[in-house]
């Protein structure tokens, strides 16, 4: 079982930058591939970016340049670098977690999630 706890949402006008965290339970952390999804209201839940237990990283083509993933294995952590956010950005934010170790996009393919955390970015 792993525990998923994302901080660092806020509000925030167009073009500023924020850092998302998201704090993992469990003792096989590095194993797994992480990733970040964000849903607005009344719309999906849609893929952010994704960072496999090797390093590799891949992001949706609506972040790519602006956000970063990355991954501490020691301290059990994930975050999401987002700079020149857009008001589009506004969204809850989720960490996954998967132990696939070929997840990717799709939300099926993660197996626990986090609580969420908002993100407003105004014009």
């Known amino acids: 079982q792993v525990q998923l706890v994302e901080s660092g949402g806020g509000l925030v006008q167009a073009g500023a930058s924020l850092r998302l965290s998201c704090a993992a339970s469990?003792?096989?952390?590095?194993?797994?591939?992480m990733g970040w999804f964000r849903q607005a209201p009344g719309k999906n839940r849609d893929f952010v970016a994704v960072?496999?237990?090797?390093?590799?990283?891949y992001y949706a083509d609506s972040v790519k340049g602006r956000f970063t993933i990355s991954r501490d294995n020691a301290k059990n952590t994930v975050s999401l670098q987002m700079n020149s956010l857009k008001p589009e950005d506004t969204a809850v934010y989720y960490c996954?977690?998967?132990?696939?170790?070929?997840?990717?996009?799709?939300?099926?393919?993660?197996?626990?999630w986090g609580q969420g955390t908002q993100v407003t970015v105004s014009a």
């Open positions: 960072i496999r237990s090797g390093g590799s990283t």
């Open positions: 996954a977690a998967s132990r696939f170790i070929g997840a990717m996009n799709w939300a099926y393919e993660y197996d626990y």
């Open positions: 469990g003792r096989t952390f590095s194993s797994y591939t």
